[in-house]
């Protein structure tokens, strides 16, 4: 199977794929005006996806057949795919300016979508995190979107339970949180290896497959379960985790890791203890701000949303909300936050959180992404 | 990104719910009531289980070649009967140092526990088994999973007599003396140490340290208790070896098939809910209506259980008794569903739609 994958991804131009990386970094929608926003919900009666503005109004919603999960956005900002929530059995393809839906992705034979994916830096392919069923093991499913959508090849994430993936700035390097968690399609959202978990951050080539480097917490951390990601300007890979040990153990819950020097370890952020323990060992969902330097983490078991400045690697802000866990950058500076209530809020260190706008029939879902 | 001079802006709370419809005091009276008459009492039985057990364990294995197994093996029942009682309790003590897994690992999808206990069982010319290499090796060996295969079914017999059936009667008592140190460290952290016993700083929200900031999350922790049990029983207990038909079906999913406890597993477990739901969460539910759909669901579930007359892992694949299986589960569906979509709002406990594990 990687072969064949290798094979396809090599046929094409390597220099268009370059030319493409250059337009890639997070700055490209600055000069788009308006900002719009994807986050997927539950309602009475079914789930959807919605998308909205900078100030929390809905321009339109999709319905999904179950419960969403996150979003792959392509460069151009022209199509979107909404993932269902693991163990996820489609995905949707769409446009986000419109808000037409375009294909309904079937999950593949024995393969779970985990919740996340990422388009390659020219828009062609799409990266899925998934699991096979039977064993847990996690894989990138991949699949073609000039050749309708079709699934032409996986590669494995060298770890359980993948969730959040990314594309590094290069343009070139696919960044994967395992999560390390065994899990089965049999048995539905059990955990089967907490003793033995094995979480792991992995950086494969987005050309073949091949793995470019993995790291792991210590062997007494074993049981932070690295899920989800944000890229600061730098290129270093922020990590927001879940300890599946006991409640009162001091672990620390977000790491930086600088990938481009590889071989270096996990770096832990510093916060204060109150603050770390108020996290409940939980983060839901963590983001970049637009210029590259604040990171949001949020915990909707912790009512809150933390920031730090990677750059003095201090934590610099908490915001209260209950429930509280879609994060994406606000234009030009600080965050836009939705929370299981149906609320929206803003979150800039000037004005602290206060909240834009409530939509009460709608529980906003895990995570909030940029769609255009 | 303009960030001003100040590094911890002020914490702003938003009020993202009405107000509290239940209150500190309320919440304060059901956890209390749930700690000390459900789970203290629990843990107390599992301490005298495993006492029993390890008692019986020693016993057999003083004369194993004439003594019957069967007190050995009633012991074993009464310890899986005390664990089936309390295992929903997942937070606190029991959780720390993987007690729980070691106590019983389950389920084990890639029989890591038959992997690793041949492993063991290879070594048989080591003569013995120490008891704290036992406890700090792998979850899957020391508890009762392992047990259950080392004295039910054709291996029992190898206690008895073969080139290895001393050091396997030296691995079950090594596993009954484990299995009472995790009860008795368990049941000693909750009780004992004063204001420091789990107990206490459970109850006690004031303190820096408490695990609960407030009684509402606590009563979140019981309640998500409450839940599992009936969720286990119904999506994995019931569920699997159920499968779709008689046809699909798979004995050997259930949980304790080789002692054919399953249906007993399952009964205590939905008995533990409606005694932590009747002792904890009953007095506090306004809604007299909704009380009673809950009291008459749990009847309806225990009913449907008393009524399959033969083992889980036989009643799956048998024409007549299989329609009682799917009953029971249908029932056991149905109390998950009231429990999850009713009890949540009625005490205003916050079951955030985000907080799932691994979203």
Known sequence: MRWMVTEMLTRRSALSWLGVTALLPLTVHAAAGERLYLNAYGEKGGFGLAAFDGDGRIRYQLPLPQRGHSFARRADGRMAVAFSRRPGSFALVFDPVAGTAIRTIAAAEDRDFCGHGAFTADGRLLFATEVVGSTGDGVLGIYDAAADWARIGEVATHGLDPHEMRLMPDGRTLVVANGGILMRADMPRLKLNIADMDPSLVYLDARDGRLLGQVRPATELRQLSMRHIAIDRLGRVAVAMQYEGPEGDPVPLVALHDAPAGAAGLEYLPMPEAERAGMRQYCGSAAMDDSGRYLAVSSPRGNRVLV???????????????????????VRSGFLASNGLGRMFSLTTETGIGELAAHSRLQWDNHMVIAS | MRFIACLFAAVLVIAATPGHAVDA?????MNRAAVEGHILPRYDALVAATDSLEAAAKSYCAAPASRPIADLQAAFGATMDAWEDIQHVRFGPVDWFFRSQRFAFWPDPRNTIGKQMAELLSKHAAGSIDVDLLAKGSVATQGLPAMERLIFGEDAAKLK???????????VEAIAVNLARIARDTRAAWRE????????????????DAPYREEQEATLELFKALYLAVELAADHKLARPLGASASDARPRLAQAWRSERSLRNIQRNLLAARDLYQTGFAPAVADKALDAAIRDAFGRVLSAAAALKQPLETAVQDKAARPLAEKLAAEALALKKLLSDRLPPALDIPVGFNALDGD
Request: hydrophobic share 40%.
């Open chain 1, 308 to 330: 730090w400045d990677l750059d003095r690697r201090s934590m610099v802000q908490t915001g209260e909300a209950r429930d509280v866990c879609g994060i994406a950058a606000q």
């Open chain 2, 161 to 171: 007599s073969g080139a290895d059936a001393a050091y396997r009667c030296h691995y």
């Open chain 2, 193 to 208: 140490g004063g204001d420091k016993a789990f107990a206490a700083v459970m109850l006690d929200t004031t303190k820096p």
């Open chain 2, 25 to 29: 005091r309320t919440y304060a009276a």
